[in-house]
């Protein structure tokens, strides 16, 4: 019996131990200096993807977007609005070509994205919650 | 809508003065200002951008000695039992640049096949931007208008779920831009965002002809779209006048039907009997993109002041579902004209056929009775390549789309359309 009981005990304490080995999850940054201080999903959806850059404060929004094909990029767009990277290239498509917008100002990595943030009123990114310091300030945490 | 071509007298195409000053005006800002940006450091600075989209498809049915086109400024279709690829083929370039002082300017050029055959590349866009803060936009210059509610644009074919867009809601349009401006304002109202557009603008379009020949005509176009978006969804109302001139060969037709005495030949010459025609044309949809399911239910109709303008209702429902990189989808639409052709009354004599030839020929440019039923797949070979197959049963009443030269041409013809097609964007 007692041996039972810690086979249970085991497999229900395993996912936990998974949880926390996983990413720590995506969030949305802005400088500090912007006077941020929350994001709705809804505010976050209309900058990244095109449809009304400005933030709550009134100023400009410049969302930075990581390059293609590092699991943030997926990761953001999957959980903000369920589409996949190919999704998200077709309904670039739609507006670049038809001269409404561009996209979000593309880097490399997630150290340029945070390097941009810190010296930017303006900007906003996404990054893990992992990858967060001081120098900037989460206004909302992505959740699929 | 359209020009009016009177038998025997097709009006020669030509190159527009204004798209070349507006081509060579967009040029020189993008190399002389957009060049200076590359070696940009920060992303609030200039840049400069180039990039393309473009669709390879090839397209065959099973009805013979009918052409099917995707639209009416083409000037060959797809025959029975051979394989087309210039109905969907195009490639289009597009060079951007972001200037300072809120600025920025675009030129786009495409090439796919006009409606006097050739493939020689047009200037589809070329503006100056100027956008403060995102509320406010302004675009001058060469612009492409809303036509679109999910894609933007008709030549995009990555853009959107099927093949092609629907012959039905948008084979009649016979030019996607104009040279002349608009005005974008946007708020953010009951959690959603309100998106208003005004524009404005001149527009050449193309008409192709079954006999070979083509005709292009000077529209002037002034019209406002009125969006609503809120998570998935967007709704949109739109409105669009165009004028255009009756063209010089008109007095005379006029002036042949009045000699007739016929009171049913002068009705019809009254009602050409202007300098200018106007057709005014309403949409209005709703479309839900989120996650993997994609739909839109999109209504239209269009109103003209003489019988050379279109006077049809339109509607379109198009769902697709995303199932990994596989994309299924399922589409109907239907146009029907409100009116059916008049005639002079006069009769069928050879003294008669020129005057009664012209005005058939004048509503026919524009008939749209027909309907389409659509199924296909997209496969996403990547984030820059798509894969399509598609089916289309059309039901064709009366319809200026198709090249008919059965027999029993006019009467109506069923097709079954295949099409097989790769888009990519870079």
């Known amino acids: 019996m007692k041996r039972l009981v810690a086979i249970l005990m085991l497999a229900l304490a395993l996912p936990v131990a998974r949880a926390d080995d996983a990413p720590a999850g995506i969030v949305v940054i802005v400088n500090p200096a912007s006077g941020v201080e929350r994001l709705t999903r809804s505010e976050v959806i209309d900058i990244f993807l095109g449809r009304y850059r400005k933030l709550p404060t009134g100023q400009l929004a410049l969302p930075i977007d990581v390059a293609e094909g590092g699991p943030e990029r997926a990761q953001f767009y999957q959980q903000l609005v369920k589409k996949s990277p190919a999704e998200m290239s077709s309904y670039w498509a739609r507006l670049v070509f038809s001269g409404q917008t561009s996209p979000p100002f593309q880097v490399p990595d997630v150290k340029t994205a945070l390097q941009l943030v810190e010296s930017n009123p303006n900007a906003i990114a996404y990054v893990d919650r992992a990858a967060v310091n001081p120098k900037v300030k989460v206004v909302l945490e992505i959740r699929p | ?426």
């Open chain 2, 1 to 426: 809508m359209k020009c009016l071509v009177i038998e025997g007298l097709p009006r020669p195409r030509r190159v527009s003065p204004r798209g070349k000053m507006i081509f060579r005006i967009s040029m020189f800002l993008v190399l002389s200002m957009g060049a200076a940006s590359l070696c940009a450091q920060d992303f609030r600075e200039d840049r400069f951008a180039v990039r393309g989209f473009g669709t390879i498809a090839a397209v065959t049915h099973d009805t013979d000695d009918v052409e099917f086109r995707r639209n009416t400024g083409q000037s060959d279709g797809a025959g029975a039992g051979e394989v087309e690829f210039a109905s969907d083929s195009l490639l289009g370039v597009q060079l951007s640049a972001k200037l300072p002082a809120d600025f920025d300017v675009v030129v786009q050029g495409v090439t796919h096949q006009r409606a006097d055959g050739d493939w020689v590349p047009q200037l589809t866009q070329g503006y100056l931007r100027w956008s403060p803060d995102d509320s406010f936009v302004v675009r001058a210059g060469r612009v492409g208008y809303d036509i679109y509610l999910l894609a933007e644009s008709r030549q995009v074919g990555y853009s959107y779920l099927s093949a092609r867009p629907s012959p039905e809601f948008y084979g009649q349009i016979s030019n996607d831009d104009i040279d002349g401006g608009d005005l974008t304002y946007k708020r953010r109202i009951g959690g959603g965002l309100v998106r208003a557009r005004l524009f404005a603008g001149a527009g050449d379009g193309e008409l192709a002809f079954e006999d070979g020949t083509s005709s292009e005509s000077q529209q002037r176009l002034v019209g406002a779209t009125l969006d609503y978006l809120r998570g998935g969804w967007t709704a949109r109302i739109a409105m669009v006048q165009i004028s255009y001139d009756a063209g010089n060969d008109i007095p005379l037709l006029v002036a042949g039907l009045r000699a007739t005495g016929l009171p049913q030949a002068a009705s019809i010459a009254n009602d050409l009997d202007e300098r200018v025609y106007h057709s005014f044309g309403v949409q209005a949809g709703v479309a839900y993109d989120d996650g993997p399911l994609q739909a839109q239910l999109l209504y239209g109709f269009a109103n003209s002041d003489s019988i050379s303008g279109p006077d049809f209702n339109k509607v379109l429902a198009e769902v697709g579902y995303r199932l990994d990189r596989w994309t299924p989808f399922v589409a109907f639409a239907t146009s029907r004209d409100r009116n059916p052709i008049r005639t002079t009354g006069l009769p069928d004599l050879p003294m008669f056929a020129p005057l009664n030839g012209a005005i058939v020929r004048i509503q026919e440019v524009t008939r749209s009775t027909q309907h389409t039923a659509t199924a296909g797949v997209r496969y996403d070979l990547s984030s820059h390549f798509d894969f399509k197959l598609q089916v289309d049963r059309m039901h064709a009443a009366d319809t200026s789309l198709l090249f008919d030269r059965r027999p029993d041409a006019g009467s109506p013809v069923d097709l079954t359309v295949f099409t097989a097609s790769v888009d990519f964007v870079f």
